[in-house]
């Protein structure tokens, strides 16, 4: 969920975003991490950064910031190249109705900041939306229809 988390910050204010982490992009991309990546995005141009996640910060994953197809987009890639996790910002007319519905109803004071679809290396579909609430930075997950999964912190 870390990596989605990520994800979701560098979509909603990508410069920011780095400054706020601290991250330097990365330029020792492994081979096979980047053929990978030129394989699945021929047209991507990406921007790489390099992180420690899971529960002990035991795996190294490494995010390629891009835009596809005219959206912020990153792809979440293993050491051995296997794609993890795209994400990809999304404008609210996307976001399926039983999420804003929800949005509305449970936060009617609170406007969605950012809003991705992200899909997992099994092609689990979800809806990842952004909002602040006491100026903390909180996820709302939901899936490709719409309903309520759950609530993170970033």
Known sequence: MKILSLCLIFLGTAVSAQNYHGQKPEKNIPTVVSAAFDKRFPHGDPI???DYENR???KLVYEGRFLFDN???TAVY???????AFAAQVERNEIPQK???YMTE???TFPIVDSILVTTHDDEV???????????YIVKVFSKEGDFIKSTRA
């Open 78 to 84: 293993d050491k051995e190249g296997n794609l993890l």
């Open 71 to 73: 959206r912020y987009s």
């Open 99 to 101: 999420a804003l519905k």
């Open 126 to 136: 979800t809806y990842e939306l952004g909002i602040v609430v006491d100026g903390e």
């Open 106 to 108: 449970n936060f009617p």
């Open 56 to 58: 002990y910060n035991q």
């Open 48 to 50: 790489w950064f390099s």
